[in-house]
């Protein structure tokens, strides 16, 4: 096959996300496609509005290969700018909302957009851009705010043509910056390829149909909400946008529009079990969710009992999927932590050599796939150790079973060495957390000047429940070895543990906290 021959042929096997979007707008036409508390959308005019849009974009020259930033609450402007930039090979910039001004302008200078649009409650954060930032040409805002122009008017200006087909699979879709437990920025290029696949492994995993509708509270800068509105819509199902978490909101869109699926993770599963009002709403279309049954176990079968739902235990990331392995566990049962490894990846665990290691043994998780993300922007030396060997990895310590279930043991970075021995906090933290009051455990290591480094145990406890230092450290010596045992414990309120947008607990912020005499156990 001579090159022109293999450029056409690459062509005709592209996979592309706007191809999936294209297809939805035409095959689910009349179907609902974005719902939220106070309106809905149709597939068809969801595409007409990104065709609309895309239109303005273009008139405005933004070109393939350009890279627009969003810094937005989960709403369906956020869909569009998706939908819009992906016909036209546009690379979306996912700013977290969370971030501090500074922040976001390191954000920006790495990914130096050309336009930003924002939600009217976030513009603010963007006024150190102006100066930072003259690449910027268009400051676009959702609501009406001053200095920005409108979103509505910037649309009603454009026709809602189709656009050409340009994008390839190569395209870089989205930048997911990923600063994961470390404080520390990376920005992940996620291609079309592997948007698209990732929205055809969970459509396959969960046995997604049009009947079927997502909880979107998740952010959308985050590849637990991104791929889970790709698999929706691939799927013709419904996708409700929240601005924020709230359980209240939840229960009464589920309820109304018959939603099926969402993620549920530390902090906002507590509120969704608890609350009040949910026995008061009609929730039977809720079918599953997904999140980390290693962190809660028993609160986990407390809501998969009350709700009457499956619960996948999910283990992932940003820079390959949130669908690496899950497993569900069904109504009232205590999770198994064994997860199935998820199809179309390759996995392997292996040592720091690359050898593969025998069933049982724990080892660093690599993989590859359509899926992977395409490299780090602008990081030559994150690059060189990610992709090392020729594979991704993942950075988490796993064991594969005789069974082919993988078990996550923990993050390689995460491992405590006291007194010469290596402990793994997220092995700890599964002990604590089948103490009947314990929701939820975080472990981490803490200097110690006879063994180097000690265990400390953050705690929060149960709605109701009460227990002392001293029956927790009981409770460890019945059920744990010695030098795994903590020997700090310390309690505090969930909504005082510092968290990511998804949930996850932030360790090097509790590393920072100082120890305390009462905190000390024997």
Same mark, same amino acid.
């Given at each position: ?40 959308? &149709?597939? %068809?005019?969801?595409?007409? +509005? /990104?065709? #609309? *849009? !895309? ?135 996620? &291609?079309? %390829?592997?948007?698209?696949? +990732? /929205?055809? #492994? *969970? !459509? ?319």
């Amino acid at each position: 096959m001579n090159q022109t021959q293999a450029l056409l042929a690459a062509q005709a096997t592209d996979v592309t996300l706007d191809g999936l979007f294209r297809r939805s707008f035409a095959v689910f036409a009349d179907r609902n496609a974005l719902t939220w508390a106070d309106g809905e959308r &149709s597939y %068809r005019e969801l595409g007409e +509005r /990104a065709w #609309r *849009l !895309a239109g303005a974009l273009s008139a405005r020259g933004h070109r393939r290969g350009d890279t627009i930033a969003v810094l937005s609450e989960t709403r369906p402007e956020y869909v569009e700018c998706y939908a819009a930039m992906a016909a036209l090979g546009i690379t979306v910039a996912t700013l977290n909302i969370r971030l501090h001004p500074r922040e976001l302008a390191v954000c920006c200078a790495k990914c130096k957009p050309a336009a930003i649009l924002v939600s009217g409650a976030l513009a603010a954060s963007t006024a150190g851009l102006r100066e930072a930032m003259p690449g910027i040409r268009d400051w676009v805002a959702f609501d009406s705010v001053e200095g920005f122009e409108d979103y509505e008017a910037l649309l009603a200006g454009s026709a809602a043509d189709e656009p050409p087909r340009i994008a390839s699979g190569e395209d870089i879709h989205n930048i997911l910056f990923t600063s994961g437990t470390t404080g520390a920025p990376k920005g992940a290029l996620i &291609s079309q %390829r592997a948007a698209a696949t +990732r /929205a055809l #492994r *969970l !459509a396959q995993w969960f046995g997604l149909t049009p009947d079927d509708g997502f909880i979107g509270w998740l952010p959308l800068f985050h590849c637990g909400g991104d791929e889970s509105l790709y698999a929706t819509l691939l799927t013709g199902g419904r996708f409700a946008t929240f601005p924020r978490a709230d359980v209240r909101e939840m229960f009464r869109l589920i309820e109304r529009d018959r939603l099926s699926w969402t993620l549920l993770l530390p902090g906002v599963l507590t509120d969704f079990l608890h609350h009040p009002e949910r026995k008061a709403h009609d929730l039977s279309s809720f079918r599953f969710a997904i999140g980390y049954a290693n962190m809660m176990p028993q609160v986990i079968a407390e809501l998969t009992a009350a709700c009457h739902i499956d619960f996948y235990d999910a283990f992932g990331q940003s820079e390959v999927s949130y669908l690496i392995a899950h497993k569900p566990s069904g109504p009232g049962e205590l999770p198994s932590l064994r997860k199935l490894p998820s199809p179309l990846l390759d996995i392997r665990i292996v040592d720091d050599a690359m050898n593969e290691l025998p069933v049982g043994q724990a080892g660093e998780c690599v993989v590859r796939g359509p899926s992977v993300m395409s490299g780090y922007l602008d990081d030559d030396a994150a690059n060189a150790e990610v992709f090392r060997g020729g594979w991704l990895h993942t950075g988490d310590l796993l064991r594969r079973e005789a069974d082919g279930s993988l078990v996550y043991v923990d993050r390689k970075k995460y491992l405590i060495k006291t007194g010469g021995e290596n402990v793994y906090p997220a092995e700890v933290e599964a002990v604590i957390a089948r103490h009947p009051a314990v929701q939820e455990a975080c472990v981490i290591g803490v200097p110690d000047a006879r063994w180097g480094e000690t265990i400390k145990a953050v705690l929060v406890l149960r709605e109701g429940r009460s227990v002392d230092r001293q029956e927790i450290a009981a409770f460890c010596r019945e059920h744990l070895a010695g030098y795994k045992r903590p020997r700090w414990l310390q309690f505090m309120r969930s909504d005082e543990l510092p968290r990511s947008t998804t949930g996850k607990l932030q360790r090097h912020e509790l590393a920072r906290q100082p120890l305390a005499d009462d905190q000390r156990v024997d």
